[in-house]
């Protein structure tokens, strides 16, 4: 199990190859999922992140999160260590439960962001009758 | 020996195509630390998100900055199913070593967005001092 608190890897599909414009690092940030009875929990480490620079967006089953974190170059001094640089945060996960949409709650507190996914009430039957030809 | 880094080609490929991870310390359980120095004082910037402050303690010998603490694990110890936990929860401690002595009761630390930044002012007597020159 990981225990560091740095960014952990995750599998990137083909549309992960996208390269950036910018040059800071673009960064899986560690993530902790669990479902509840009436809700799934997304829990992200995103460090030095502003809320205001958060996007959540939930579309076609697929949940993605993006954040920018803020730095602190600090003018007049020399970077003698650096363990870390100032990246940008993205993460996409693929939400199989249906979600009432109206009632995502989303917070950021010192550089965790908590989403709160709903599950709808009635959820519509999606099983779909294979008939024998 | 030359490193993989110092050629730009090499690295851009890795950027793509390798795991995207952020360096790290080889020890578990030490948030990354960036450390600026100048000629006043020194600041150290941690990464740690979604620690409590009053479960951080800091402590300043000579040139030693130490950060000890623990963070909880999310909330949903009761949850229903975990369906991914990569986040760490726990002890944590990193010591931090300075080119020269600051002064402890001059130290002051703030905590905001999960980042710690420590300010240390430089002790006076290891300061450099300017000579001037006199012609005569």
Request: with cysteine.
């Amino acid at each position: 199990m990981s225990e560091s608190f740095a960014p952990t890897a995750v599998p990137t599909g083909p549309a992960e190859h996208v390269e950036p414009s910018h040059d800071r690092p673009v960064l899986a940030p560690p993530t902790d999922i669990y479902e509840t009875e009436d809700a799934i929990i997304v829990v992200v480490d995103m460090p030095d992140v502003d809320e205001r620079s958060v996007v959540v967006n939930l579309e076609n089953d697929v949940l993605s999160i993006t954040g920018h974190a803020v730095g602190h170059a600090q003018t007049g001094y020399h970077l003698a260590t650096a363990e870390y640089t100032p990246a940008n945060y993205r993460r996409t996960f693929n939400v199989v439960a249906e979600i009432d949409k109206d009632s995502i709650t989303a917070k950021m507190k010192q550089g965790v962001l908590t989403i709160c996914l709903p599950k709808a009430g009635e959820a519509p039957p999606r099983r779909i009758a294979v008939q024998a030809g | 020996m030359q490193h993989w880094q110092d050629w730009p080609e090499l690295n851009r490929l890795f950027q793509q195509t390798a795991p995207r991870r952020q360096p790290t310390p080889a020890a578990q359980n030490q948030p990354p630390v960036n450390v600026w120095l100048g000629d006043d004082e020194a600041v150290v910037t941690v990464l740690l998100p979604g620690v409590d402050a009053k479960d951080l303690v800091l402590s300043v010998q000579a040139d030693t900055l130490r950060i000890e603490g623990h963070r909880e694990s999310a909330e949903g110890a009761q949850a229903a199913a975990w369906h991914r936990r990569e986040r760490s929860s726990g002890r944590f401690a990193r010591a931090v070593r300075l080119p020269y002595e600051a002064q402890p009761d001059k130290v002051q630390a703030t905590y905001n967005r999960g980042v710690l930044i420590v300010t240390l002012p430089r002790e006076e007597s290891t300061r450099t001092k300017r000579i001037a020159i006199q012609t005569g």
